[in-house]
């Protein structure tokens, strides 16, 4: 191989860091060569070039300036790829032969740590996940950002797995390598995830400390091999790492990815925006830390009654006291991010300026502390009892640094007068001397009478007295040492001044070195607050998300839920959290929901449009608002607490995975009846829908009749299979709803109020008609209708009780009828049965020979036939 030295260089490390793109410095910029620089340059939109490498071919390159790299390794690691950046790690200068070069940092998507690859209010997860055995994978993530990592055990297989993952901000995956390929495509392709492989054969020491609450062997390894990842990318030590926090899954709600994604918690189903979702509508922090805590209590809903309540009293002591809470909403606003402020400390790449921001949120806290005392409820007083406003490190950033620091920590002007002696020292001796110095120029003035003397500096004569050529002749013969000669004046110094010199620049020098070591100094001090600072960023957020609990439901007249012990649900004048706020000319129509132990099942039936979905759904949203601690939107609420919510909603093919609807629905349908408990709730919207109609009803029958003997938790089932209605008859826990559509002068009318009892048969045929099809066209309908229903009622999956079956006597005489009574009752729409009757009755049958009489029937079976 001929290539040169540096490109040998090159390839050694690339061959280290194949799934990054290297980042390779060489002078002012990152260069790329090969592959690499390839798809760099068709990523980043920038000239793709080559250089000579010894080979015999030209070497592909292409380059950004070191200075401006940052925008665009952000692009390439929002697209997902991870970038290796590769620094000279000894002098050019002195190096011999190609200058060493390492790799000293990984940006990857799940470990990005600068502030403008993150989005304030979400955090950016790195998981890892292990496989254990059956259905038993060991999960974790990490927020590299703010230092916080979850591990815990996932029983439910690979979609249980697909379900953590689903909608929260996970952007990177590592598992070791021989993880399932199958899985890993998938989180690649569909979930649009970047995974990455470690050897487990060769992890890194994890700190003690990381581990130290995890026992769980598995669970300790999924930990290690997040960390492990970690290490190798970031190649330091991680100090605002907190302890790995095990999450006991049945300790939460459970929400499968389909409901995650049916409900549109955190973001809109069809254009996956926070637009439309219930996170939308919730939202009312002030600070960054608030909004992704609220985002984390959504997704995971409580079950215990007794942190429901609490956390519902502490938003009720929020709602009650209206003034409080308004100073408390300002009062945060001037909060930063703490949460993440402590991972920059940590990385140690905090500047003057975040160390201010630390001090500005700091002096607001004891501001915070004394307004949740003003409140009447003990439990916000008690949230004010927890908070600890860290005054040793105000005291030191107050202190230490000055109140508009510059953003480079190596120039000096950061340290405020007071805090250090020896810089205070320094600062006297260099502005002293500049009072020397301005005071020599008014003296030489005066000896002189040069009014146009002055001193200048430069960095490469330092002080020097400049006098103009037209005034040189004023000058004292051997009262200056000439130094330098301009076109128009001349360059003098004094030893005096020379000395002074020395004394300022010595000054200065050893102020901007000690003022560099005192902030450093200050940061190490201020990391050792690392936890305090992390616990004050808990109880804010905290604090942030109740207050906007309960902003919201005073705004949107929300109210307190009570949890009863006897599974009852009852709720009053229910409404859908999102869709009232997003209705604009219309108001919603309130409804009330029951489901009580004896009919836990309720069957919904009404036409297209008129609101079942809607209800199904308010339910849902309003179960979880109520275990994650906030009011709901209803005049009154008791609600029991629900383990799981299975939804099968929504006619959309399954974009995720790209499989048919009606596969998507039988597995949601599966997922709810293998795993939901007497304490779920199951909302099935239309299921079935996805096939034929006989296939489709048989299927939603017996998968009623399933949850109804084997489940029995509460469950709504909305279909638009009319025949289902009289299930109620024969399964004694199944109640029949509907959703009222009125005739109103002549017009169908959608009054979205739920009813007792099964809808009229027809609805489908009102829409049509609200839809405005022609008169006609609708009374024909009508008459098909009857006849299929007759006609199809033998034919029906079996039930004992179908809903009045007509006659066969009486079938017979209405399709009787229909063909003799034609002259006089038939529409205009029936023209071509009437036409055909009338050919047939008109026809001189002993006229026509056999073979016109074939094509005569020929023509009629033609035309039969077309009217299906
Ligand atoms: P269905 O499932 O019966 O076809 P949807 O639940 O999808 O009907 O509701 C259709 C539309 O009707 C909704 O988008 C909403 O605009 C309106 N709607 C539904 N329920 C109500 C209600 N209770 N009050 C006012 N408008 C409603
Ligand atoms: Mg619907």
Redesign the pocket.
């Known amino acids: 191989m001929g290539y040169t030295p540096m490109i040998q260089q090159y390839l050694k490390i690339k061959a280290e860091y194949q799934d990054c793109f290297l980042f390779f410095r060489l002078g002012d910029f990152y260069e790329l060569f090969f592959e690499d620089a390839q798809r760099a340059a068709r990523e980043l939109e920038i000239t793709l070039t080559s250089r000579d490498g010894g080979s015999k071919d030209r070497i592909p390159m292409c380059g950004v300036p070191y200075h401006s790299a940052e925008n665009y390794i952000k692009t390439l690691v929002e697209r997902g790829y991870k970038v290796a950046i590769c620094e000279q790690v000894e002098d050019p200068k002195t190096a011999k032969g190609v200058v060493k070069r390492e790799v000293i940092q990984l940006i990857t998507p799940g470990t990005v740590m600068e502030g403008t690859m993150l989005q304030d209010t979400e955090n950016n997860y790195l998981a890892s996940i292990h496989y254990v055995e059956n259905d038993y994978f060991a999960f974790a993530y990490t927020d590299m950002s703010t230092g916080e990592t979850s591990v815990m055990r996932i029983t439910r297989g690979w979609n249980g797995v697909l379900s953590e993952i689903y909608n929260r901000p996970i952007k990177e995956v590592v598992v070791e390598s021989g993880f399932n390929e199958a899985y890993i495509k998938e989180l690649q392709d569909k979930m649009k995830i970047t995974v990455s492989l470690v050897d487990a054969s060769k992890l890194s020491t994890v700190p003690n400390s990381f581990l130290e609450e995890i026992e769980d062997k598995a669970l300790r390894h999924t930990c290690m091999i997040l960390y492990d990842y970690i290490h190798t990318t970031q190649k330091r030590t991680i100090e605002h790492l907190k302890n790995a926090q095990y999450i006991e899954l049945n300790e939460y709600m459970l929400l499968d990815m389909f409901s995650k994604r049916n409900l549109e918690i955190t973001s809109s189903f069809m254009r996956k925006e926070k637009y439309g979702s219930l996170l939308w509508v919730l939202d009312r922090t002030v600070t960054a830390m608030g909004a992704r805590k609220l985002k984390k209590w959504l997704e995971r809903p409580l079950l215990s009654k007794e942190s429901i309540e609490s956390r519902l009293e502490k938003t009720e002591g929020f709602y009650e006291d209206f003034m409080q809470r308004q100073e408390i909403r300002e009062a945060l606003q001037s909060i930063y991010d703490l949460e993440r402020l402590t991972g920059r400390v940590a990385f140690g790449n905090v500047n003057a300026r975040d160390l201010i921001q630390l001090k500005n949120s700091l002096q607001k806290i004891p501001i915070i502390k004394q307004l949740l005392m003003q409140f009447s409820k003990k439990e916000i007083q008690e949230l004010s009892k927890q908070i600890n406003p860290l005054p040793e490190l105000l005291d030191l950033l107050e202190r230490s640094i000055m109140d508009d620091p510059p953003v480079s920590i190596t120039e000096g002007n950061i340290i405020k007068s007071g805090y250090n002696k020896e810089l205070d020292t320094y600062r006297d001796a260099s502005t002293n001397g500049k009072k020397w110095i301005a005071n020599l120029e008014q003296k030489e003035r005066e000896a002189t009478n040069i009014r146009s003397l002055k001193i200048g500096f430069n960095k490469v004569f330092g002080y020097y007295i400049e006098i103009t050529k037209a005034n040189l002749h004023l000058v004292p013969e051997g009262r200056y040492e000439r130094k330098q000669t301009l076109t128009n004046a001349e360059r003098f110094i004094t030893e005096e001044l020379k000395e002074k010199e020395t004394i300022i620049l010595e000054a200065e020098n050893n102020m901007i070195d000690l003022e560099y070591q005192l902030f450093l100094d200050i940061r190490e001090q201020t990391k050792r607050f690392i936890p305090y600072v992390q616990n004050l960023a808990s109880i804010i957020s905290e604090i942030d998300v109740l207050q906007s609990f309960a902003t919201v439901s005073e705004e949107n007249d929300y109210v307190r839920p009570t949890f009863s012990n006897n599974d009852t649900l009852y709720l009053e004048e229910s409404r859908?959290p999102v869709?009232e706020k997003v209705?604009d000319s219309?108001?919603?129509?309130?409804?009330t929901i029951e489901m009580d132990n004896k009919q836990p099942i309720l069957l919904i039936t009404?036409?297209?449009?008129?609101?079942?979905?809607?209800?199904m759904r308010q339910l849902a949203l309003t179960v979880l608002m109520g275990q994650i601690g906030c009011f709901v939107p209803a005049k009154k609420a008791k609600l029991s607490i629900v383990d799981q919510i299975f939804t099968r909603i929504g006619a959309a093919d399954d974009l995720v995975s790209g499989q048919s609807t009606f596969m998507v629905e039988m597995l949601e349908a599966n997922n709810a009846i293998s795993h939901a408990t007497k304490n779920s709730l199951i909302l099935f919207?239309e299921l079935g829908r996805g096939t034929s109609t006989y296939d489709g009803m048989a299927l939603a029958q017996a998968i009623i009749e399933h949850i109804h003997e084997h489940i029995g938790c509460k469950t709504i089932f909305?279909t638009h299979y009319h025949e289902l209605t009289s299930l109620e008859k024969t399964l004694s826990r199944l109640k029949n709803i509907h959703?009222r559509a009125e005739k109103i002068n002549g017009k169908v009318v959608?009054l979205?109020q739920v009813r007792e009892g099964a809808a009229d048969e027809s609805y489908g045929i009102h829409v049509a008609e609200l839809a405005g099809l022609p008169e006609d066209l609708i009374q024909r309908a009508s008459i098909i209708l009857e006849r299929l229903e007759n006609g199809s009622s033998k034919n029906d999956p079996p039930t004992e009780t179908k809903a009045d079956p007509k006659s066969v006597e009486q079938v017979d005489a209405e399709q009787l009828t229909f063909f003799v009574d034609n002259k006089e009752n038939l529409p205009s729409s029936n023209q071509k049965e009437s036409e055909i009757i009338k050919t047939i009755s008109n026809l001189d049958i002993l006229e026509m020979t056999p073979m016109q009489a074939l094509n005569c029937l020929y023509e009629l079976n033609k035309q039969a036939k077309k009217k299906g």
């Open positions: 859908h869709i209705m219309q108001e919603f129509v309130p409804n009404g036409p297209n449009m008129s609101g079942k979905s809607t209800y919207d909305s959703v959608f979205h």
